[in-house]
């Protein structure tokens, strides 16, 4: 693998981590970016909490609808479906017992190898872990401003600015409270964005990251793997869908992975795939944000088309903003580019009236109003 795309772990000192969108772009001067996922490990200063994580008023934080994960496949490639059962909302201090309890604890193990063989062996077998995700809500202390991830002050937060939206999970914060074997499938965030996940108690997140430069070349292989592929050019935004470290070494998919432990950051950069699991009860916070580079990304990427609730993000101020010289060509749907990690094929930057499965349509009434412009140009 290409040593500039293998995660990189970032030690800030106190005035560096002051800064949060300066150092992660601090971060991708030295090329973090190119792994697709980093660590970042705090200054000791840093504290997001002053009360015990075990206090009262996190035991009572309601999980409203925690998920049953049923995996099914074979060979290292496998579906996962999430199960609500109704009515099964549970505090934190209950979901805590249940994945501590005999039936559903992290089982002995050597080291982080010896567990991830673990994981693989019996991701079906066993049990079916349950999965405390997608609380909306924040346990940083609110009078924390550096790295809140409730507050990031990123140039995502204009969507709340220009168009009142607060997004659960994307530009506020989600908590996750996780068990031993609870994954989070391949998939890359909403709109191409960033995303900041820290844990703040508990048991290790183990991670696997593809580089986004070899984010198509991932994306074809699933599409050799899941029927749904047929159905949805963007089917790995389902969150789905789990493949083993062998298989992407037989199909010759770089790779890298790491282990976030308690205390610690994981950042994603845009297009960058990525998946893993919980190493047994932990309490998480992660939220999507933005810089300038991802506007690009976020003009150019790839929606799921058949599922009504798909987040989509107006990009009408962020191009105003950060491409001005573009935005002319963008609103009369001209604006000829490439994917930033795909640069063999150009395609019109979508205008977000169109729904994602009008897209080619679109494409196709340009071409006859713009002929000269969409020559020798290539569509998705």
């Known amino acids: 693998m290409n040593p500039e795309e293998k995660i990189m772990v970032f030690r800030p000192t ?19 970016h190119k792994a697709g996922i980093a660590k970042v490990v705090p200054p000791p200063q840093w504290i997001p909490r002053k009360k015990s994580y075990l206090s009262e008023d996190i ?33 934190v201090e209950v979901y805590k017992s249940m994945a501590e309890s005999p039936k559903y604890n992290t089982p002995s193990f050597s080291d982080y ?97 593809i580089p986004p430069s070899q984010g198509r070349r991932f994306e074809m292989l ?31 998919i770089k790779f890298d992975k790491i282990t976030q432990e308690s205390g610690e950051f994981i950042i994603t950069f845009p297009y960058g795939y990525h998946s893993g699991y919980n190493n047994g009860f932990n309490m998480a916070e992660s939220a999507n944000f933005a810089l300038p580079r991802w506007v690009e990304y976020g003009k150019r990427t790839r929606l799921c088309s058949c599922r009504s609730d798909i987040i989509k993000i107006d ?12 935005f002319e060509l963008w609103k009369s749907g001209r604006d000829i580019g490439c994917h930033p990690e795909d640069p063999t ?26 002929p000269d412009v969409f020559q020798d140009v290539q569509h998705f």
């Open 345 to 370: 094929r150009k395609f019109a930057a979508p205008l977000d009236a169109i729904p994602p499965f009008q897209g080619q349509r679109f494409e196709r009434l340009a071409s006859d109003y713009f």
């Open 222 to 252: 699933a599409s050799n793997y899941f029927q749904d592929s047929k159905i949805c050019s963007a089917f790995l935004r389902h969150k789905m869908y789990l493949m083993s470290p062998t298989v992407l070494k037989t199909n010759g």
């Open 113 to 209: 190898n010896d567990l991830e063989r673990k994981y693989w062996k019996y991701i079906m077998y066993n049990r079916n872990p349950l999965y405390g995700a997608d609380v909306s809500g924040s346990i940083t202390d609110t009078d924390v401003n550096e790295w809140n991830i409730n507050k990031l002050d990123t140039i995502l937060d204009l969507v709340e600015k220009d168009y009142g939206m607060k997004i659960d999970g994307v530009n506020s914060s989600y908590l996750y409270f996780g068990m031993w074997k609870t994954s989070f499938p391949w998939h890359t965030e909403d709109m191409d964005l960033y995303s900041i996940n820290y844990i703040h108690y508990g048991s290790p997140k183990s991670w696997y990251a």
């Open 315 to 326: 990009m009408t101020t962020f191009i105003k903003k950060f491409q001005p010289e573009k």
């Open 59 to 91: 035991m009572n934080i309601n999980i409203p609808a925690p998920q049953y994960q049923n995996v099914i496949g074979k060979l290292g490639v496998y579906q996962q479906r999430n199960i609500i059962e109704q009515n099964n909302s549970m505090t």
């Open 14 to 32: 106190w005035e560096e981590f002051k800064n949060f969108s300066k150092y992660v772009e601090h971060m991708e001067s030295l090329g973090a």
